[in-house]
């Protein structure tokens, strides 16, 4: 079994990480999920949550807010809506995307409210997993 595996992370804005990692902590959309070396091939949709990377340069934690994830037994590629280091993350960013979440919950037809509500609890939930304030 090997260490490590080939991590990148790449969002519409900028590629945000690329490093041998021993897992990625993954917030999937049927629930978090941890990738590891040898891992069973997967794809998976990503919720808005905190995705985490432990490598030799140190735990890494980034804010996402959706997308997908390709797991191999030797590498994890995750291709997110958005996606900010967590050292990034600021109370204006959070109010905003939660905004944008409220305004897809109040414009959304019958067949997609479910998933605006989730939207809008999963970004609360995360933006209290951040130590901020859902507002």
């Known amino acids: 079994m090997a260490d490590t595996m080939q991590f990148d992370l ?3 804005e900028r590629k945000l990480a690329s ?4 897992e990625v902590q993954l917030p999937g959309s049927e629930g ?3 990738a590891m070396p040898d891992h069973a091939p997967t794809i998976t949709t990503l919720r808005p949550g905190v995705l985490r990377v432990v490598s030799s340069e140190g735990d890494q934690e980034y804010l996402v807010t959706g997308g997908f994830a ?3 037994a030797t ?3 995750v291709l997110a809506e958005h996606a900010v280091p967590r050292d990034e993350v600021t109370q204006e960013l959070l109010d905003s995307l ?3 979440a409220n305004e897809a919950r109040e414009t ?3 067949e997609g409210m479910d998933a605006a509500v989730k939207l809008v609890a999963d970004m609360a939930a995360v933006t209290e997993t ?3 304030t859902a507002r």
Not at 19 to 22: D, E, N, Y
């Open 130 to 132: 951040l130590g901020l």
């Open 32 to 34: 978090d999920m941890t």
């Open 19 to 22: 490093v041998q990692a021993s």
């Open 98 to 100: 939660m905004a944008e």
């Open 75 to 77: 590498s994890t590629s």
């Open 70 to 72: 390709e797991i191999t």
């Open 108 to 110: 959304a037809t019958a």
């Open 10 to 12: 790449v969002s519409p």
